[in-house]
Nanobody, 115 residues
Framework: QVQLVESGGGLVQPGGSLRLSCAAS????????MGWHRQAPGKQRELVAG???????YYPDSVKGRFTISRDNAENTVYLQMNSLKPQDTAVYYC?????????WGQGTQVTVSS
């Protein structure tokens, strides 16, 4: 079993910053691809940052230059630094880990960008 626990969400004003954390525990074994997705009300879940086992990083254009994903392999933790936040970044953010072709998800953390 793999457990993912996210933290760091909250309310922030436009232009502000937040840092999300996701701690993975359980039968993880070797380093696995991890990522952050988000889902806004009425919209599909979308990938906002991914990091492969080898360290390759992907961002969609919507967050490129504003979001930064990083990982601490020793602690099985992945982070998402979000800067210059916009109201359209408001969503529930989910941590994801892929292990042996199975996707594991955290419970989600709410990020609200509003003045």
């Amino acid at each position: 079993q793999v457990q993912l626990v996210e933290s760091g969400g909250g309310l922030v004003q436009p232009g502000g910053s937040l840092r999300l954390s996701c701690a993975a525990s359980g039968s993880i074994g070797s380093i696995s691809p991890m990522g952050w997705h988000r889902q806004a009300p009425g919209k599909q879940r979308e990938l906002v940052a991914g990091i492969s086992a080898g360290g390759y990083i992907y961002y969609p254009d919507s967050v490129k230059g504003r979001f930064t994903i990083s990982r601490d392999n020793a602690e099985n933790t992945v982070y998402l630094q979000m800067n210059s936040l916009k109201p359209q970044d408001t969503a529930v953010y989910y941590c994801n880990l892929r292990l042996s072709s199975v996707d594991y998800w955290g419970q989600g953390t709410q990020v609200t960008v509003s003045s």
